[in-house]
């Protein structure tokens, strides 16, 4: 009799629990592969979760597209309320209508020098005041190119009576329109004097 090596040692085959044939499901598992006891057939969501895979509540977009601004409500991040410009500084402005009382053109004529590249304001105001009065003194010398000569060649002082157009002028337009215009700057608003008493020389 031959000697043979016995055979090695193999795991014995799975058991199940206990009492249970091999190749059937566990104990408390419904037949047939069916979900467990409480889970919704056909592998619908769990109760609760919206059907179909949606997104819960709080992700979804807004119905019907972007945000309408016709909707009364502004978008996140909008502060409420109308933004204002910020405050302009009225001092120059004013003053180069009212210096021209006192001291007469040096007034806007500095103010323009110095504020002309960094108030556009200002610069505005300056250069109104002194093209209104660059405008009177181009009256003064046209009317007095024309009348003075014929008062002086006809002997005629009558002609020299038209001097008197540009000196109204000048009498009372520096007060109505160089009032006006230091009101409507301490007002912040661009106000034009007409053209025929203020041409557009200096800008």
Known sequence: ?????????????????????PGQPPYGAPPGGQPPYGAPPGG???HGAPPGG????GDQPPPGGPYDPRWGYGPPGVPYGPQYPPAVDTTWAVFSYV???????FAP????FV?????PFTRFHAAQALNFQITLLIHLLVVAAVCVPPAIILEAPAFLALLALPYLEL????WVFLILGAVKSGKQQYYRFPTFFCYRMIK
């Open 99 to 105: 210096g021209m009382l006192v001291v007469g053109f």
């Open 115 to 119: 504020k002309k590249n960094t108030d």
């Open 109 to 112: 004529l500095i103010i323009y």
């Open 171 to 174: 009498l009372i337009g520096q």
């Open 54 to 57: 949606q997104p819960p509540y």
């Open 1 to 21: 009799m031959t000697d043979q090596p016995p055979p090695p040692d193999q795991p014995p085959p799975y058991q199940g629990s206990y009492g249970q044939a």
């Open 44 to 46: 619908q969501p769990p």
